[in-house]
T-cell receptor, first 113, second 113 residues
């Protein structure tokens, strides 16, 4: 049972435009959400996170929005750059004793020059 | 300095062999994890250790045995390797009493032939 879903396996965007990556979750106990970026043959690298008490968090070109009632979060990248081309994973966790991350299946973003 | 380093990066071995993957973190984190990325690219947690104590064991076969000699190291030993064990294994670390992200190693691509 997939608790974190990324329904778009891929996304192609023109350089300079906005990239919007979406993520849905089913477990209402999740209270911390993260986005990771992954290049081929490398480990995931942390991009941005948001606590469930917030609905928006911004860091430079990256903004994460959380809609708890819809159990949906999205990552906005503005403006998109060719170096942003990578696989983006959404992850969620419950801040209990384990802090394990539940990952989505990833969305491959291609930013075209 | 690499924050989370794992060795080897690539491992090709025959069915039935026993192999180990090593992981070290220099971030001073108290919790370390092993994740497996399967052929469908899902990242799933396998184990987590907090201060050398096992806190997560996600229904992983007994052939997989993590060992944490100290809180900076978490090694993964796999006995009697099977074809289905072929995957990319990622080590990660975090500090679980803070809202901090998990840092991942570069991954070990294990191929069982």
């Amino acid at each position: 049972d997939q608790q974190v879903k990324q329904n778009s396996p891929s996304l192609s965007v023109q350089e300079g435009r906005i990239s919007i990556l979406n993520c849905d979750y089913t477990n209402s106990m999740f209270d911390y959400f993260l986005w990771y970026k992954k290049y081929p043959a490398e480990g995931p690298t942390f991009l941005i996170s948001i606590s469930s008490i917030k609905d928006k968090n911004e860091d430079g070109r990256f903004t994460v929005f959380l809609n708890k009632s819809a159990k949906h979060l999205s990552l906005h990248i503005v403006p998109s750059q060719p170096g942003d081309s990578a696989v983006y994973f959404c992850a969620a966790s419950v801040k209990d004793s384990s802090y394990k991350l539940i990952f989505g299946s990833g969305t491959r973003l291609l930013v075209r020059p | 300095d690499t924050a989370v380093s794992q060795t080897p990066k690539y491992l090709v071995t025959q069915m039935g062999n026993d192999k180990s993957i090593k992981c070290e973190q220099n971030l001073g984190h108290d919790t370390m994890y092993w994740y497996k990325q399967d052929s469908k690219k899902f990242l799933k947690i396998m184990f987590s250790y907090n201060n050398k104590e096992l806190i997560i064991n996600e229904t992983v076969p007994n052939r997989f045995s993590p060992k944490s000699p100290d809180k900076a190291h978490l090694n993964l030993h796999i006995n009697s390797l099977e074809l289905g064990d072929s995957a990319v294994y990622f080590c990660a670390s975090s500090q679980i009493d803070r809202d901090t992200e998990a840092f991942f190693g570069q991954g070990t691509r294990l191929t069982v032939v």
